[in-house]
């Protein structure tokens, strides 16, 4: 069983930049296929972003395609999001998943894929 937890939010101006952690314990994240989830007042959790178990197969949804980047650090245990050019349409609390099982070269999008959850990080944008 492995436990997230994000950190990294805040609140910015609309063009900014902000990385988001995932601090992963229990098992190593290497043995989880990763994403980034979000979810907007109102909205429904949405993937923004998803990386295989070995690292290799990258999936972003298309409105933070070129601006955010997905990685994983296995030796510190830890998953990231790099977001650049943040836009107010961005503000959310964004939450990071771990799948526990399937193949070493698949992402997952859906939600209902995955089995462990982080508490979330609220990022605000301001226009």
């Known amino acids: 069983q492995v436990q997230l937890v994000e950190s990294g939010g805040g609140l910015v101006q609309a063009g900014d930049s902000l990385r988001l952690s995932c601090a992963a314990s229990g098992r190593n994240m290497s043995n989880y296929a990763m994403g980034w989830f979000r979810q907007a007042p109102g909205k429904e959790r949405e993937i923004v972003s998803a990386?295989?178990?070995?690292?290799?197969?990258?999936w972003y949804q298309d409105s933070v395609k070129g601006r955010f980047r997905i990685t994983a650090d296995n030796a510190k245990n830890t998953l990231y999001l790099q977001m650049e050019r943040l836009k107010p349409e961005d503000t959310a609390v964004y939450y990071c998943?771990?799948?526990?099982?399937?193949?070493?070269?698949?992402?997952?999008?859906?939600?209902?894929?995955?089995?462990?959850w982080g508490q979330g990080t609220q990022v605000t944008v301001s226009a």
């Open positions: 990386i295989s178990r070995y690292g290799g197969e990258i």
């Open positions: 998943a771990a799948k526990s099982s399937g193949y070493g070269h698949l992402y997952y999008t859906s939600r209902t894929e995955y089995d462990y």
